[in-house]
């Protein structure tokens, strides 16, 4: 039982999980998601409320 799944593992397991990756580097590179992340980059600088003076 051990051999038999430890060579699924190693065939359809790598496989699995290679395509998996792939599929996430595809959604994350996919066209038209270059202004989503500019916006998302942004996020720390939308607070205006805190100022230098605030410190402490």
Known sequence: M???LRQLADSWG???LL???IGIV???FRPGTK???K???DIPFR???FKEDDNG
């Open 26 to 28: 595809v959604w994350a």
């Open 14 to 16: 790598m496989l699995a």
């Open 35 to 37: 202004a989503l992340y």
């Open 19 to 21: 395509l998996i990756f």
């Open 39 to 41: 916006d998302i980059s």
């Open 47 to 49: 607070n205006d409320e």
């Open 2 to 4: 051990y051999t038999f």
